[in-house]
């Protein structure tokens, strides 16, 4: 079966830095690769997707890519804020959109 | 617009009781999805409804689990005799288009299901 693993440690950085959020997979060739945030109590939210044939894709101070042969796609915030600070969830999706695998999440803390 | 709305947001039961959950998807979805997701663990896929087609139930944990989806819109999710492994918070998920993987899931901020 399909394994995803994400940064087993809670990620801790200062206000301003870049952070960097990993997701590696095996077991699967996901069609599409994509991010979600949960805040505490609340259901996740989508951020970002990425093809299988895309390497990099970005939105304002996101960035995410996405390498088929090394099964890992990484996520970064620039410039990051305390507002950042939530859980991030991976999702690797099949083609039809049937078949969603999530990450047990990485809990990003960005200190003032 | 509205959002995903799942009720209760909270519940409360003895052990053997049977709960029903409801999700409310955003109108149009015709895609919806069921998750559990326990206190540091990931989203563990329960069942999936798209239009009218038979839903994918592999994710049901047991039979004591079911849901059902009336109209192509509500959806309710069924767990009967509970036990204290049910108690976890439980999303519901919905999306726009049908049979393509680069729609992202519109989720409910979930029920938490305690099981005394």
């Known amino acids: 079966s399909q394994k995803i693993e994400q940064n087993s440690e809670a990620l801790n950085i200062q206000e301003g830095k870049t952070a960097t959020l990993t997701c590696n997979y095996t077991n699967y060739s996901p069609a599409y690769l994509q991010w979600y945030r949960q805040d505490p109590g609340r259901g996740p939210v989508f951020l970002l997707l990425?093809?299988?044939?895309?390497k990099e894709k970005r939105k304002e101070r996101l960035k995410v890519t996405f390498d088929t042969t090394l099964k890992q796609s990484l996520f970064h915030i620039t410039a990051s804020q305390p507002a950042d600070s939530a859980t991030y969830l991976c999702?690797?999706?099949?083609?039809?959109?049937?078949?969603?695998?999530f990450g047990t999440g990485t809990s990003l803390t960005v200190i003032p | 617009g509205a959002g995903v709305s799942q009720s209760p947001s909270n519940k409360v039961t003895e052990k053997g009781k049977d709960v029903e959950l409801r999700c409310d998807p955003i109108?149009?979805?015709?895609?919806l999805y069921w998750y559990r997701q326990s206190l540091g663990q990931g989203l563990e896929f329960l069942i999936y409804f798209q239009g009218n087609s038979a839903p994918d139930k592999s994710g049901l944990p047991s039979d004591r689990f079911s849901a059902e989806r009336t109209g192509g819109s509500v959806s309710t999710l069924t767990i009967q005799r509970t036990q204290q492994e049910d108690s976890a918070v439980y999303l519901c998920?919905?999306?726009?288009?049908?049979?393509?993987?680069?729609?992202?899931?519109?989720f409910g901020d979930g029920t938490r299901l305690s099981i005394l």
């Open positions: 990425i093809r299988e044939n895309e």
């Open positions: 999702a690797l999706v099949s083609w039809s959109g049937n078949q969603f695998y």
């Open positions: 998920a919905s999306s726009l288009v049908p049979g393509s993987g680069n729609q992202p899931q519109h």
């Open positions: 109108s149009g979805h015709t895609a």
